[in-house]
């Protein structure tokens, strides 16, 4: 690659070798994700599409979720960065952190988005002190939630700021309702309005196609509606707190890879200047993360 090349980063993808005790999420019509994924069916989609690395982010609760991306990265320098799995409340927790080393580990998820009651989950002192802690070593936060529990993950945000939040899948807006009720959209876009307030709260542009009824089949009124969350979060954010993210192989359920970043590519052809293109489409991605040249 030239190295004065823009770099081009998909910041949101996942790999898995499936099991479906693993991965119970992955329900009824869901046979495309029923099955491994992994770099080498990966990497050429990457490839073809003028990108140069992704973030593996983890996609299961568990340290050997950790183990199982890092190994991946280590054999594959186009994993870029990896976004795994800690008990942020276990008093272990620098212990933990610390036996994985930096390497390429460089943020930690969890799916709040299935907890009960998300904002008890988020208000757990342990919890709190464990985000705490990562923030003051640099580590991201992947915040994952669904656009009704936005709400929820307001005042956790507030508390820390101290280093980068990331909001994935631009909080799962409900592309489902938004065709029957244009108050959803309205609901979602104040939630975002919220978030978008706090300077180290960044954004993906990732995992809106299958937010929409993908078991239906996508409709041009779907894609409208896509393109409406897109220019919101554009407006909110601005192009410098804004990743695309794929959401590979989550996406395929609803469109192929080169569909998903061919709209995306589009979508930011018409709306960014070529700086804020490059913004768009590795460089927010390599400073949010700290990712290494």
């Known amino acids: 690659m030239n190295p004065r090349a823009p770099l081009r980063i998909d910041a949101h993808q996942h790999f898995w070798r499936y099991r479906s005790e693993d991965y119970p999420w992955i329900g009824a019509g869901m046979d495309l994700l029923a099955q491994d994924r992994l770099p080498y ?18 996609a299961r609760a568990g340290r050997e979720e950790t183990a199982f991306l890092l190994e991946l990265a280590r054999h594959d320098r186009r994993i870029a960065g990896i976004i795994g799995w800690e008990d942020i409340s ?27 009651d998300p904002a008890a989950f988020l208000a757990q002192p342990q919890l709190n002190d464990g985000i705490r802690w990562l923030q003051e070593r640099r580590y991201v936060y992947d915040v994952l939630v669904h656009e009704r529990q936005l709400s929820a993950v307001r005042s956790f945000c507030a508390r820390h700021d101290r280093h980068w939040l990331v909001l994935n899948h631009l909080g799962k ?50 894609y409208d509606h896509v393109l409406r969350c897109l220019d919101t ?35 930011a052809r018409t709306r960014l200047s070529a700086a804020e293109q490059d913004a768009l489409w590795g460089e927010a991605s390599a400073r949010i993360y700290g990712l290494a040249a």
């Open 173 to 222: 807006p409900a592309l489902r309702e938004f065709r029957k009720n244009k108050g959803d959209f309205e609901h979602w876009r104040e939630e975002l309005r919220a978030l978008a307030a706090m300077p180290h709260v960044s954004c993906k542009i990732s995992g809106l196609l299958t937010e929409a009824d993908w078991l239906r089949g996508l409709s041009p009124r779907d």
């Open 90 to 116: 276990s008093p272990a927790l620098a212990d933990h952190v610390e036996r994985w080393g930096r390497n390429k580990l460089v943020g930690f998820r969890h799916q709040i988005q299935d907890e009960a």
């Open 41 to 58: 069916q990966f990497q050429p989609l990457l490839e073809a599409q003028g990108l140069h690395a992704s973030i593996a982010v983890q």
């Open 233 to 267: 979060a554009l407006e909110l954010f601005g192009a410098q707190r804004l990743m695309f993210g794929s959401d590979w192989p989550m996406c395929l359920l609803a469109a192929s890879y080169s569909k998903v970043v061919s709209f995306a590519r589009e979508w």
